[in-house]
């Protein structure tokens, strides 16, 4: 095969529109990780140089060219070639230009197997000229079809290490991250105004400030410096069922063995789970309009432990499942007509009882064999008590 130099030691300006941050990120990117190949191949000398330009670059300089088509973050597809003098990446979106960018630093040999480690290409293969195949390219596109990766984060996973955890998701083009309903009070922009003096609930609000709050404000530098997406949930459908309900109306809690039991999941078909539900997912939904996408999952081990009282035992486990899920899809297309919410079925179980058209159904969840695959990485796959802050942001 006839091969086309890459010559890392070549001036390489990177071209960007002018005004686009996000895309400025993504040179910086680039500009980074090719002044670690130079300095690999024992090359002294000063990384590419990122101009931003509104005319055609200089076709006599070796360049690399950058480029979004400005469609939504959803659209993650990219297109990126190589020519002898001339790089190309383009981004469907901001965001799937950042996707380009890291599948063309991967085919040069990078890769970042977990937080806080890059793996940079061999010593023993890198010459002050690099030689990658004619006509080089690489390329995905979004289609109907195409699966979303997504990193969910586990409440009890460090706020500490999320920093971390999203620039290894970034650099292995995960697009979306997902963050529990419980931890959501966190991701905010702002803290809300104090509407109360009671001493405890300031109290509470303080602890949250102190150990978290600094930590969100860095997840939306993040989300915003990469084009990445937020949706909240997870196994987070009894968070719709407070606990603390158990002192005053036992009646919406499952039943098993006769006896009324406050932990894992709740009674779907009592009159007033369905009221509470619907009351509790409006306060959630209209607190985050941005949000497009939620998860509402049964208890983590326990998502076929539904209710076994008679009027329950009238339906599947499915069908329970589906009666909560369809109550809170409901709440959702009055208030955000455009959102989702997925739920969890086993593959193997029944239900007759109709999806409400909002609703999307995924049968692995997060850390079971074959999830990744279905797009679907969770933050229980590292050591929290290993990661460390990244160096460089």
């Known amino acids: 095969m006839k091969l086309l130099p ?4 070549k001036e390489w300006v990177i071209y960007i529109p002018v005004g686009m941050p996000v895309i400025k990120k993504s040179a910086e990117d680039v500009s980074y990780y090719l002044k670690l190949l130079r ?3 024992g090359l002294s000398i000063k990384p590419p140089v990122i101009r ?8 006599l300089v070796p360049r690399i060219l950058l480029v979004s088509e400005g469609n939504s973050r959803e659209q993650t597809g990219f297109f990126w070639h190589i020519e002898k ?3 190309e990446i383009s981004g469907e979106s901001d965001r799937g230009l950042c996707n380009g960018v890291f599948d063309f630093l991967a085919t040069l040999g990078f890769s970042w197997p977990e937080p806080d480690k890059e793996v940079l290409p061999p010593v023993n293969k890198l010459k002050p000229q690099e030689y990658l195949p004619q006509e080089t390219y690489g390329y995905h596109y979004s289609q109907g079809n195409t699966i979303r990766r997504r990193l969910l984060f586990e409440r009890n996973h460090p706020s500490s290490t999320w920093k971390s955890l999203i620039l290894w998701a970034v650099r292995n083009q995960i697009d979306t991250l997902v963050f529990s309903l419980y931890v959501s009070h966190l991701l905010k922009r702002k803290r809300p105004q104090e509407t109360t003096t009671h001493p405890l609930i300031q109290f509470g609000r303080k602890l949250v400030a102190y150990y978290h709050y600094p930590y969100a404000e860095e997840v939306f530098n993040l989300v915003e410096k990469y084009a990445l997406t937020i949706e909240r949930g997870g196994w987070d459908l009894s968070f719709l069922v407070p606990r603390g309900y158990f002192l005053f109306n036992r009646e919406i809690f499952r039943m098993d063995s006769g006896k009324r039991d406050r932990k894992y999941n709740f009674c779907p078909t009592a009159p007033d789970t369905l009221k509470l539900i619907s009351r ?9 309009p941005e949000t497009r996408i939620y998860h509402l999952w049964p208890d983590r081990g326990y998502e076929r432990a539904w209710c076994s009282c008679p009027t329950c035992r009238a339906f599947t486990l499915e069908e329970q499942g589906r009666i909560a899920v369809n109550t809170a899809a409901d709440a959702l297309a009055l208030i955000n007509p455009n959102g989702r919410i997925s739920f969890y079925e086993y593959p193997a179980g029944r239900g007759d009882i109709a999806l409400r058209p909002n609703l ?3 049968s692995r969840l997060p850390g079971e064999v074959g999830a990744e695959a279905d797009g679907w990485f969770s933050t229980t796959r590292f050591n929290p008590h290993r990661a460390k802050s990244m160096k460089r942001p």
């Open 280 to 288: 509790e997912a409006e306060k959630i939904f209209r607190a985050h």
């Open 6 to 9: 890459f010559d890392v030691s």
């Open 360 to 362: 999307f159904k995924i």
């Open 39 to 41: 300095n690999r191949s």
């Open 52 to 59: 931003a330009c509104d005319t055609a670059p200089d076709h």
């Open 85 to 87: 003098n001339r790089i």
